[in-house]
T-cell receptor
């Protein structure tokens, strides 16, 4: 079975500071990994995804994530936080071995301090 | 706007009742997924349909059922509702396989009183 662990249910950073949201996964087959963002009262929007190939993945809004197989991690980073980044972020895993559903982590609420 | 539409946006009903949630996928998408988001369970996969056929099942209660119609829209039916069924229900769609991005609709907020 696949699972995702997001360390830190709440993260606060100052505007302009580095954003680091942690995600570790467990999967018995090569995983596909995703980061989604949810703004208040809205649906989920894909930030970025890793399927195969380059392990450093760039997404929208200046976010990127690196797939590290040895650490079973897929941490999300952004060099400089903006107020508009305040939202809830979900890491998710799936695969292409007959398991296309997304298994989500519990989410990390990001607060930006002015 | 993801291109996935869900109706209604809000639904308030009583325990024991039955409701139907509707989802229209993005044009060209063959797969539809249903997810439930609640405070205690988080985001959980319920069920997936691909081109009219059930493809995968998750933590979906027996009181819940879904279907995908020939025009590819999908409905999620929830019956004998309980207070604990109060949640946000999301529909997502993708072209085909899991490498394809799942695009999420805005959700239907169900409140069971």
């Amino acid at each position: 079975a696949q699972s995702v662990t997001q360390l830190g249910s709440h993260v606060s950073v100052s505007e302009g500071a580095l954003v680091l949201l942690r995600c570790n996964y467990s999967s018995s087959v090569p995983p596909y990994l995703f980061w989604y963002v949810q703004y208040p009262n809205q649906g989920l929007q894909l930030l970025l995804k890793y399927t195969t190939g380059a392990t450093l993945v760039k997404g929208i809004n200046g976010f990127e994530a690196e797939f590290k197989k040895s650490e079973t991690s897929f941490h999300l980073t952004k060099p400089s936080a903006h107020m508009s980044d305040a939202a809830e972020y979900f890491c998710a895993v799936s695969d292409n071995f007959g398991n296309e559903k997304l298994t989500f982590g519990t989410g990390t609420r990001l607060t930006i301090i002015p | 706007d993801s291109g996935v539409t869900q109706t209604p946006k809000h639904l308030i009903t009583a325990t024991g009742q039955r409701v139907t949630l509707r989802c229209s996928p993005r044009s060209g998408d063959l797969s539809v997924y249903w997810y439930q988001q609640s405070l205690d369970q988080g985001l959980q996969f319920l069920i997936q349909y691909y081109n009219g056929e059930e493809r995968a099942k998750g933590n979906i209660l027996e009181r819940f059922s879904a279907q995908q119609f020939p025009d590819l829209h999908s409905e999620l039916n929830l019956s004998s509702l309980e207070l604990g069924d109060s949640a946000l229900y999301f529909c997502a769609s993708s072209v085909d396989t899991s490498t394809d991005t799942q695009y999420f609709g805005p959700g239907t907020r169900l409140t069971v009183l």
